[in-house]
């Protein structure tokens, strides 16, 4: 059977001259195995960096896009009997999901419920989790609870939000241009502040005397500080990404007089020392909330997998207004 995927050779700066649709052969479908028409795949910013060499795992090349997406069963070895034809199932992350056809274990497979939307499907895997973990797993917060992020914009940003509102949580939510405060306040962030210098005082005129003990950074730079500033004595900062392009920046006086602590967050790491139930726990809150239309990201573009050349570079471009995803089969 043929599929085509994106391969991608090489890697460097400019993320979407390296990679391009390529024709192969499945081979003959052994036992255990399913065949799956790949529905939707997204484009995430771990994905750009991949292709630029800048994140932190770098599969060997020549490579195949994609960590994430959903597809339909279309085909099962004859003792396969959990999943039958027309199943709708989540992909194994890093599985090359930017590929029309994939054969894959049925066993590394997730059945999701029929009827929902594949493309928001399509994006289960990374980013809810990502955020969903940030809020869960650092601080003890309760409903009322203040909590402070950056690149609110971006698709993690949205799903904080929302998962935010669902735990009783109040969200300060922060972007780097003004022509992205319109998109967040319509996502449903009540609060929304540009980046700057006086972030801190903005913050308390909207926080009063109510500490605000968690920030969230995916930016780095001076933003890091920017966020550290705004928290009660004893706060945490936890960063998860760098689009600055710069590392974070905050002085040693936020640590020693103010006892901030900074931490780091992986969700590959977090799967690593997961058990089994944990993950499976995760992937059906996370599931039903987006098979409910409770959790949702807004989606800028779809592309064919033979545009997706022009699909990575709108999803590098510092100017999108939502999430750029792959329909891999039109």
């Known amino acids: 059977m043929k599929t085509i995927r994106a391969q991608y050779a090489q ?17 003959a479908l052994q036992p ?39 597809g339909r069963v279309i085909e099962a070895a004859a003792d396969v009997t959990a999943l039958p034809v027309g199943t709708v199932v989540l992909l194994p992350v890093g599985c090359g999901t930017w590929s029309t056809h994939l054969q894959l274990p049925a066993k590394a497979l997730v059945p999701l419920p029929a009827g929902v939307d594949p493309v928001q499907l399509s994006m289960l895997t990374v980013n809810p989790p990502t955020a969903l973990l940030m809020l869960r797993d650092f601080v003890d917060l309760k409903p009322g609870d203040w909590v402070i992020q950056n690149a609110a914009n971006s698709a993690v940003g949205g799903y904080l939000v929302q998962i935010a509102r669902l735990r009783g949580l109040n969200t300060l939510n922060v972007v780097r241009r003004e022509s992205a405060v319109a998109a967040v306040r319509e996502a449903g962030a009540e609060h929304v502040l540009v980046d700057g210098e006086d972030l801190p005082k903005r913050v308390r005129a909207i926080v009063g005397d109510a500490p605000v003990r968690l920030a969230i950074d995916c930016v780095g730079g001076v933003s890091t500080e920017n966020l550290a500033r705004c928290l009660v004595e004893g706060g945490t900062l936890v960063n998860y990404g760098a689009m600055s392009g710069e590392r974070c920046m905050i002085s040693p006086r936020y640590f020693v007089f103010r006892d901030i602590t900074l931490r780091g967050f992986w969700l590959s790491q977090w799967f690593k020392r997961a058990t089994p139930d944990q993950r499976k726990a995760l992937f059906a809150e996370v599931g039903g ?42």
């Not at 995430?44 to 994140?55: K, Q, R």
């Open 11 to 27: 890697r460097g700066p400019e993320p979407a001259q390296w990679i391009a649709p390529v024709e192969m052969d499945l081979p």
């Open 289 to 330: 909330l987006i098979a409910a239309g409770t959790l949702k990201a807004k989606v800028q573009a779809t592309y064919p997998i033979a545009d997706i050349a022009k699909a990575v570079a709108a999803a590098a471009s510092g100017e999108r207004a939502g999430k750029i995803v792959l329909v891999p089969n039109g």
């Open 32 to 70: 255990g195995e399913v065949r799956v028409e790949v529905l939707a795949a997204p484009i995430n910013p771990s994905d750009v960096l991949t292709l630029t060499g800048e994140y932190g795992l770098l599969p060997p090349l020549p490579a195949i896009g994609g960590n994430e997406g959903v």
